[in-house]
T-cell receptor
Framework: NAGVTQTPKFRILKIGQSMTLQCAQDMNHNYMYWYRQDPGMGLKLIYYSVGAGITDKGEVPNGYNVSRSTTEDFPLRLELAAPSQTSVYFC??????????????FGSGTRLTVV | KNEVEQSPQNLTAQEGEFITINCSYSVGISALHWLQQHPGGGIVSLFMLSSGKKKHGRLIATINIQEKHSSLHITASHPRDSAVYICAVRFRLTGNQFYFGTGTSLTVIP
């Protein structure tokens, strides 16, 4: 099925380890986003990209890095994992933000625990 | 300050009831987004609007720009509507970024 694919679904990391959360979409969407969702809090934007080769910081970028070498892929890198990065991570994509008509397509999420 | 507030935080309804979920925001926006998060965690985009009203099946979203308020209505509610409903807004002065409310948890009892 077309959509946004996130891997892995679950991961436990030790403090100081690194990992990459993978996100791929097959809808030819220009815009891609990484969010984190903490219990009782709204989704917070970590990074976003408006097209291949272009990325920008969101509200909570510290401790993360992204790259966008292709339209399809938007991996999120955690360097030196910390307990504060324990969260559920969602990747999303959309075809445009210049018009209100385009909703987002979300991946199924990655539940990350840092111990 | 860019704020998004939803009410109520939790809502329990009997099957068949008409449901209203509210979203208020602090300053001018360019777009408002309603989303649904299923009990399993998956998130689905329901509506994105900047004025007036949109309808899809039993769901209706309205927005009042002057009052800085939006409502999501569910007609003839069903247990499968049980989910968390999330409002997000794109403030006019913050570019592409959406700011999310904490959600309204809806339970529809058969």
């Amino acid at each position: 099925n077309a959509g946004v694919t996130q891997t892995p679904k679950f991961r436990i990391l030790k403090i100081g380890q690194s990992m990459t959360l993978q996100c791929a979409q097959d809808m030819n969407h220009n815009y891609m986003y990484w969010y984190r969702q903490d219990p009782g809090m709204g989704l917070k934007l970590i990074y976003y990209s408006v097209g291949a080769g272009i990325t920008d910081k969101g509200e909570v970028p510290n401790g993360y890095n992204v790259s966008r070498s292709t339209t399809e892929d938007f991996p999120l890198r955690l360097e030196l994992a910390a307990p504060s990065q324990t969260s559920v991570y969602f990747c999303a994509s959309s075809s445009a933000t210049g018009t209100v008509n385009y909703g987002y397509t979300f991946g199924s999420g990655t539940r990350l625990t840092v111990v | 300050k860019n704020e998004v507030e939803q009410s109520p935080q939790n809502l329990t309804a009997q099957e068949g009831e008409f449901i209203t979920i509210n979203c208020s925001y602090s300053v001018g926006i360019s777009a408002l987004h309603w989303l649904q998060q299923h009990p399993g965690g998956g998130i689905v985009s329901l509506f994105m609007l900047s004025s007036g009203k949109k309808k899809h099946g039993r769901l209706i979203a309205t927005i009042n720009i002057q009052e800085k308020h939006s409502s999501l209505h569910i007609t003839a509610s069903h247990p499968r509507d049980s989910a968390v409903y999330i409002c997000a807004v794109r403030f006019r002065l913050t570019g592409n970024q959406f700011y999310f409310g904490t959600g309204t948890s809806l339970t529809v009892i058969p």
